[in-house]
Every structure is written in C-alpha cells, then in structure tokens.
C-alpha cells in the first residue's frame, strides 16, 4: 500500500508531483510485484490503456486477473472490502473478468452486512441494482 501510494503521486498531480504516467508504471509494478491488490488493478489498468507503458492486453488480463484472485480469497474470508472491490468488478465487469450482475448484487449484499461506511456504500449500490435487474426485460 505505501508503494501504491506513491505510484499515485505520479499518476495524479497531487502535492505538487508533475503527472508522470511512465513513473507511475514502475511504481505499480513494484506494488504488483509485492501482491498489492491496488497495484495489481492500476498495473492492468495501464496495460489496458497504455498509459506510460506499451498497450498489452494480455498483461492486462494477466494483472487483472491476479487482482480478481486476491479479492475473491479476501472477499470469501469475510472481507469487507474485498466484497465491495469484488461486486464492482462484477458489476462493471473488468479486464477478462465478464459483467455479471447477480453475482454483484451477492457480493455488495456481503458486503453490506458488515456495517460501517463500506457497508452503506454496498447497500445503496445494492438497492440500486436491484431495482436495475428488476427493469430489464
């Protein structure tokens, strides 16, 4: 997490930090490579959209993937976190993971159980694509 956030201050241009996307891939990589969940995300991110680094699709896969895997073990445990991080990718679908909007609505649904801010984030998310699944034919 405390090389993620670096990778951020070249990502963004925070604090005064001139936007370095070509930076910030290394810093992501760095985070991957020591199994952050985030940098993983942000690595994939950057291959897919070739943001300071070569567009690999492949690699995207590879690193979202991995991602995925790290939340779905987290998420099983009883992550609350991990839940929410876990119904967004679902419900947006990312990278080679595909959209499935059932499994969202379970995973915001276990995440909203827990209570705490994370909880109302998930249970609002919830409702609203409940009643979204409910409106489609």
Known sequence: TEIYTL???DALPIYGVRKDR???VKWFQRAADARDVIGEHRLASA???GNGIQR????????YNKAYE???EAAQRGDAQAQLALATTFQLGDGAI??????ALYWYKQAAAHG???AEL??????????QMHKSP
Not at 56 to 63: E, G
Not at 98 to 103: I, M, N
Not at 122 to 130: E, N, P
Request: aromatic share 10%; no cysteine; proline share 5%.
């Open 122 to 131: 998930a249970r609002a998310y919830a409702d609203g694509l409940a009643k």
């Open 7 to 9: 990778s951020r201050h």
């Open 22 to 24: 070509t930076e910030a």
């Open 47 to 49: 291959y897919l959209l």
């Open 98 to 103: 595909k959209q499935d909007l059932p499994k």
């Open 70 to 72: 790290q939340n779905l």
């Open 56 to 63: 690999d699709i492949q690699r995207a896969n590879y690193w």
């Open 116 to 118: 705490g801010p994370a």
